[in-house]
């Protein structure tokens, strides 16, 4: 079963810009579109983006769309999410696992068991 790590997370102010990445090292990671997902403080967990195997479709949720980008380097097994102008409700625990994806659409979570994810904060 791919297992996938989230990384790079951290605290930032307001319009600040972090990158995620998400990683496995199974040789099998090509094969699979990675999805990242967001879950706020006291909230369910949200699909926010993701990426086909051979990076030909993405999908961004409304609220992230002109900030967040995604990408991916088979080659080094790793997922990555650019994160721009970060807003205080993008706090929250980011993490990653292979989905669904088209260009309108994500799934909700991962094939497999969540994964731990990593903490971003964004606060003054």
């Known amino acids: 079963q791919l297992q996938l790590v989230a990384s790079g997370g951290g605290s930032v102010q307001p319009g600040g810009s972090l990158r995620l990445s998400c990683a496995a090292p199974?040789?099998?990671?090509?094969?699979?579109?990675i999805g990242w997902f967001h879950q706020a403080p006291g909230k369910e967990r949200e699909g926010v983006s993701c990426?086909?195997?051979?990076?030909?479709?993405?999908y961004y949720a409304g609220s992230v769309k002109g900030r967040f980008t995604i990408a991916r380097d088979n080659a080094k097994n790793t997922v990555y999410l650019q994160m721009n102008n970060l807003k205080p409700e993008d706090t929250g625990v980011y993490s990653c696992?292979?989905?669904?994806?088209?260009?309108?659409?994500?799934?909700?979570?991962?094939?497999?068991?969540w994964g731990q994810g990593t903490q971003v904060t964004v606060s003054s």
């Open positions: 990426i086909s195997s051979k990076s030909e479709t993405t």
């Open positions: 696992g292979a989905t669904s994806c088209t260009g309108g659409a994500m799934g909700r979570g991962p094939f497999g068991s």
């Open positions: 199974e040789s099998t990671f090509d094969y699979y579109a």
